[in-house]
């Protein structure tokens, strides 16, 4: 159980391009997503808190209006990188819980976006 | 906010010896402190976690101890092998919100 599903697993595109990456909860409801960046050899960095039916909240540096965050349903979270840029290619991945208090947080496979 | 440091950045150990990876955090009300290996263009996976009432946990292999008063935890993986070559990083949930450690690339020498 506890099932993160992420799609696309790898995109490549276009500068200007926007892009957008799904987060599903197979298995469970998840009223709060995270969503994080990784760059090569470092840490997961947090981007945004995506709660189900409000506006998602974003760590501070974060471009609200670059990093669009949708969480129309208890089992969908979007993230929507938009106008693309080579500096946004990174590891993009997002979590969830299957417990209200956040333990443990489960992580969808992740997606690599490449931007040309 | 939270702000999690892991050390060292780097190990490497022979195969079967132990491992010790240690982070400290600076929010005393975190209260749940997952460790999480991931390998190369993978997903982080949960391999032990702790709560904040109990001071240590043991997985066979892999134990978790937490000092609450000195706001440290540390990972301790014993008879390593070399599958457990990978980054691990420690995680602390504060306010709501997980914060990662920078991350520890295990290297075990066969």
């Known amino acids: 159980g506890a099932v993160v599903s992420q799609h696309p697993s790898w995109v490549i595109c276009k500068s200007g391009t926007s892009v957008k990456i799904e987060c599903r909860s197979l298995?469970?409801?998840?009223?709060?997503m995270f969503w994080y960046r990784q760059f090569p050899k470092q840490s997961l960095m947090l981007m945004a808190t995506s709660n189900e039916g409000s506006k998602a909240t974003y760590e501070q540096g974060v471009e609200k209006d670059k990093f669009l965050i949708n969480h129309a349903s208890l089992t969908l979270s979007t993230l929507t990188v938009t106008s693309a840029h080579p500096e946004d290619s990174s590891f993009y991945i997002c979590?969830?819980?299957?417990?209200?208090?956040?333990?443990?947080?489960?992580f969808g496979d992740g997606t690599r976006l490449s931007i040309l | 906010g939270e702000n999690v440091e892991q050390h060292p950045s780097t190990l490497s150990v022979q195969e079967g010896d132990s491992a010790v990876i240690k982070c400290t955090y600076s929010d005393s009300a975190s209260n749940y402190f997952p460790w999480y290996k991931q390998e190369l263009g993978k997903r982080p996976q949960l391999i032990i976690d702790?709560?904040?009432?109990?001071g240590e946990k043991k997985d066979q292999r892999i134990a978790v101890t937490l000092n609450k008063t000195a706001k440290h935890f540390s990972l301790h993986i014993t008879e390593t092998q070399p599958e457990d070559s990978a980054v691990y990083f420690c995680?602390?949930?504060?306010?709501?919100?997980?914060?990662f450690g920078t991350g520890t690339s295990l290297t075990v020498i066969p």
């Open positions: 995680a602390a949930l504060g306010t709501g919100q997980f914060y």
């Open positions: 298995d469970f409801q998840a009223t709060t």
């Open positions: 979590s969830a819980s299957d417990t209200g208090g956040g333990q443990p947080q489960h």
């Open positions: 702790i709560r904040s009432n109990v």
